[in-house]
């Protein structure tokens, strides 16, 4: 998962401002930074932890010294987080960043509450994004742990969240798209207007792009190896849509290829193969183009 502050900071580059995701250090509100006490785990379900319980819902953010209240990037300030905290010890965060506002569900956090001065932090965890959450005047007021840039989305209890305006078309669930699933290999690549049909630096073509798409609306996307999550659904009778946290495909068949489009500028194409050969990424590891130019191609400047 893509971490979402970084997100942020991503579409405040592209509106013009310098901001790197790089050289992150820990915010003034880390729990790495602050000698804290940990509440014991009946006492937080029973005391500590019950205001934070239940639905949260973004409803401003303050990005590089500017406040956000209506949309950002051109995003409902509500695509931005929509959180989820559970009396397990679990929480789940939805977003909706990606092209067409699609929401995506990561529900692997956990959670555990410090307190320091008599002020409570409530610490979201996973292995790749942390998050420190505190109470003040009835709103969750969220950081990222290791950023120090601060950078901050408010969240206010809701008792149902918002739901996005769908795109798709009706009466899909008639139409059979079990010839979409399976294992695909990419056979040709265009991105960046460069179009590579047998290698990309120096992995085999087949072997830069692979897809799994299953048929319980979940599908795995290798990219040079690395593999990520997606969800889709059907969007057109021709047509799926297959997304993440902020990035999304269209899928659409041509003959017995399939058609992945970022929209972008990067579109692959695909055959449909039994098994995925054995391959040693590591061994071309330093020649391949970089991934995350790829998926998220930066912006042309606007010269004046």
């Keep these: 998962m893509k971490k979402l502050f970084c997100y942020c900071m991503t579409a405040a580059l592209i509106a013009g401002c310098s901001f790197g995701c790089s050289g992150k250090g820990s915010g003034k509100n880390s729990s790495s930074s602050a000698v804290s006490e940990p509440v014991s785990e009946s006492t937080v379900v029973n005391n500590a932890a019950r205001p934070f319980l239940g639905k949260w819902e973004a409803y401003k953010a303050f990005v590089l010294d500017e406040e956000y209240e209506d949309e950002y990037a051109g995003y409902p300030l509500s695509a931005l987080m929509k959180l989820e905290i559970f009396e397990d010890h679990?929480?789940?965060?939805?977003?909706?960043?990606?092209?067409?506002?699609k929401d995506y569900t990561n529900d692997y956090y956990k959670w555990n509450i410090t307190t320091e001065d008599g002020n409570d932090t409530l610490h979201i965890n996973s292995p790749e994004d942390n998050y420190d959450c505190r109470i003040e005047q009835g709103q969750l007021i969220v950081t990222y742990t290791d950023a120090n840039d601060g950078s901050v989305i408010y969240l206010l209890p809701v008792d149902k969240?918002?739901?996005?305006?769908?795109?798709?078309?009706?009466?899909?669930?008639?139409?059979?798209?079990?010839?979409?699933y399976g294992k695909w290999e990419s056979e040709e690549a265009t991105a960046e207007g460069?179009?590579?049909?047998?290698?990309?630096?120096?992995?085999?073509i087949n072997v830069a792009f692979r897809l799994e798409l299953r048929g319980d609306s979940s599908a795995t996307l290798s990219v040079f190896g690395e593999s990520m999550d997606y969800e889709w659904e059907p969007d057109k009778k021709d047509e799926l849509y297959m997304w993440d946290d902020y990035e999304g495909f269209s899928i659409k068949t041509d003959g017995d290829r399939l058609v992945l489009d970022n929209e972008y500028g990067l579109v692959i194409k695909l055959r449909k193969v039994e098994e995925f050969e054995d391959y040693d990424f590591s061994a071309a590891a330093d020649s391949a183009p970089d991934d995350d130019a790829i998926l998220y191609p930066e912006e042309p400047e606007e010269t004046t």
């Design 90 to 101: 679990t929480a789940a965060i939805t977003t909706a960043t990606n092209p067409r506002r």
């Design 194 to 204: 460069e179009t590579y049909t047998e290698t990309m630096g120096d992995y085999p």
């Design 161 to 180: 969240f918002s739901e996005n305006q769908s795109t798709t078309e009706a009466g899909l669930d008639k139409v059979d798209f079990s010839g979409y």
